[in-house]
């Protein structure tokens, strides 16, 4: 390696001198304090707490574990700043030994977040390979929207819950029968269960299964029930589909059962009109889509924030950890695609696929999982096809296990299991379309059947038709939704434990 001699005069030294004072005093205050990971479902750094320190910082970090976080400790950290004469801090630096390895902490703010990545070296001859992780850190509180507060868990649809559901035997605990088919359950932090139906009503269930309240929703029963979606403070939204000239609407529900209010959006194509529940920022902006082509970004009073005119679909969003938005499109021409989506409505990237109607899973390392006709597409965060795993018939909603294992279903007679790497791990027979996931890997299908991590049948429980997905509660709960758009004999909601 070439090396480079450096000649300085007495004077640049003095000046050197003085530069590294300055350096030793870098005020680290834009640092300091709690720093959260706001992806509540990471398998890495949960949590990162930077106090002051002379010199530098003391940085305690803390890893995903269950049921508790794992304390890595305190150790000392390094301040940097812009230059060798700034006290601007940019960032920090702490260095972790756990025996079997060695972990290097860097992160820098971005934009009121905090950037983190860790570098992990072995050190135990294991001949696994060493490995780098990037984390969105946030100076906010969490919110407890409950166990189960949109459609796949959260807005990444990972269908991942954080409870561990390894003692249900399936037994039966409650049900509740409606008139009509019933969409995909939320639950709240109290434990009360929304559920729409396409009879017409949204329904608030105690923990019993007795009704707390209905509303009626505009939603015709031709295109499904609504699919209930939480707030921060514990408000119910949810869309509508109808087919006419009066317009879908977004509506919003406080907990009692009062309707806050209602959005109207854009005609759609052939008399239809569709909006999709909507998924919620960090911030608490609700998107959503509509078949009139648009995408809707809402404050938390209903009132427009911005819309982006990007071929929407109608499809619920997925929103990534860095706030990226994800949705289905379809433009006039017919092709077909994933397009990500800035928080500010601009368009960062699209991607054509060969169709499909089911939103994109997101893993804790940013991959998105996209069905795409008969093909799973494992895609980056910057829009770059990483693999595809190809089935014999259109591929359904994916969900992720805690190990990254993808699950997802198939029209043709399947349930897939595929490691990350795109490789097949397992197959089972069955029509199941979507599926939940509990904190200890058990795999819930919407056809009633619970399946061990290793695709073997823990238990199953008869369902006569099935269009929602499953949720499950904060005590382990499995809520399966019956019926559906071709069998109307069973129109029930199932607790089951």
Not at 233 to 242: M, R
Request: charged share 15%; aromatic share 10%.
């Amino acid at each position: 390696m070439d090396k480079k001699l450096e000649f300085m005069a007495p004077a640049d030294l003095e000046g050197r001198k003085e530069a590294k004072v300055a350096a030793a005093a870098i005020a680290p205050t834009a640092l300091l304090g709690t720093w959260t990971n706001c992806d509540s479902l990471t398998r890495g750094l949960v949590k990162i707490v930077i106090t002051d320190s002379d010199p530098g910082v003391k940085v305690h970090a803390f890893g995903a574990c269950v049921p508790t976080a794992c304390d890595w400790g305190a150790v000392p950290g390094v301040v940097y700043a812009a230059d060798v004469s700034s006290s601007m801090l940019v960032a920090f630096s702490a260095y972790y030994s756990f025996g079997f390895k060695m972990t290097i902490v860097v992160g820098h703010l971005d934009a009121g977040s905090l950037l983190v990545e860790t570098f992990d070296q072995f050190t135990d001859g294991s001949d696994r390979s060493n490995y780098y992780s990037r984390y969105y850190m946030c100076r906010c509180i969490v919110v407890d929207r409950g166990a189960w507060p949109t459609v796949g868990h959260d807005e990444r649809r990972t269908g991942l819950s954080t409870t561990d559901t390894s003692g249900s035997t399936g037994a039966l605990k409650w049900k509740f029968v409606t008139g009509g088919f019933v969409g995909s359950p939320a639950v709240a932090v109290d434990g009360t269960v929304y559920v729409g139906s396409t009879d017409g009503n949204l329904y608030a269930l105690d923990h019993t299964g007795s009704a707390k309240w209905q509303v009626p929703h505009s939603s015709q029963p031709d295109f499904g029930p609504p699919d209930p979606v939480i707030g921060s403070d514990g408000t119910i939204y949810f869309g509508s589909s109808i087919f006419g000239s009066s317009g879908a609407r977004l509506y919003a529900v406080d907990p009692v059962g009062g309707i806050k209010w209602s959005f109207a959006t854009g005609p759609g194509v052939g008399g239809v009109q569709e909006v999709s529940s909507p998924a919620i920022g960090s911030d608490g902006t609700l998107y959503a889509t509509s078949i009139d082509g648009n995408l809707y970004a809402l404050n938390p009073d209903g009132s427009l924030r911005w819309t982006a005119g990007i071929n929407a679909s109608g499809q619920v969003p997925t929103i990534g950890a860095d706030g990226i938005i994800y949705i289905l499109f379809q433009a006039a021409s017919a092709v077909v695609g994933l397009r990500a989506v800035n928080p500010d409505g601009s368009t960062k990237w699209s991607l054509t696929t060969d169709g499909g109607d089911s939103p994109p899973a997101i893993a804790s390392d940013g991959t998105l999982y996209v069905p795409s006709g008969w093909n799973l597409l494992a895609v980056t965060s910057a829009g770059v096809l990483k693999w595809t795993f190809t089935v014999n018939g259109p591929v359904f909603s994916p969900v992720i296990g805690p190990d990254g294992t993808i699950y997802h279903g198939a029209n043709d007679g399947n349930f897939y299991a595929v490691f990350p790497n795109g490789i097949l791990k397992w197959s089972h027979p069955t029509s199941a379309n979507a599926a939940a996931v509990g904190a200890d890997g058990t795999v819930y299908t919407n056809a009633g059947e619970a399946l061990n991590p290793d695709g073997t049948v823990k238990w199953s429980f008869p369902v006569a038709g099935f269009e929602a997905s499953p949720a499950i509660g904060d005590d382990g709960t499995i809520y399966l939704g019956s019926g559906g758009e071709e069998i109307s004999d069973d129109t029930t909601l199932y607790a089951v434990g």
